[in-house]
């Protein structure tokens, strides 16, 4: 079983930056799919970007082009790049991994998340 932990949330102006780390113990982060997704107030998770075993990435469409999802397999960690940051990229940002592929954009797919955390944009 994998634990995640991730780091990296705070306040950031809008046009900022920042790198989300999703750091793992217990197993081998690469032999899981791992994903990101947030939370709003109000709002149901949702997807923001995953990255599979062989490295492929994938994003929502609302994200594409500013964040980069990347691994470090020495590290047993996953990162998201945020850039050019918007008011509406406020949320708790959460980690999740599965180990069999299901679907790479449902939350209820994945088996193991993190505590998530907190992404401030400010206008």
């Known amino acids: 079983q994998v634990q995640l932990v991730e780091s990296g949330g705070g306040l950031v102006p809008a046009g900022g930056s920042l790198r989300l780390s999703c750091a793992a113990s217990g197993r081998t982060l690469s032999s899981y799919i791992v994903g990101w997704f947030r939370q709003a107030p109000g709002n149901e998770r949702e997807f923001v970007a995953a990255?599979?075993?062989?490295?492929?990435?994938y994003y929502a469409d609302s994200v594409k082009g500013r964040f980069t999802i990347s691994s470090d397999n020495a590290k047993n960690t996953v990162y998201l790049q945020m850039n050019s940051l918007k008011p509406d990229d406020t949320a708790v940002y959460y980690c999740?991994?599965?180990?069999?592929?299901?679907?790479?954009?449902?939350?209820?797919?994945?088996?193991?998340w993190g505590q998530g955390t907190r992404v401030t944009v400010s206008s």
């Open positions: 999740a991994a599965q180990a069999t592929y299901y679907s790479l954009t449902q939350a209820n797919r994945y088996n193991y």
């Open positions: 990255i599979t075993r062989s490295d492929s990435t």
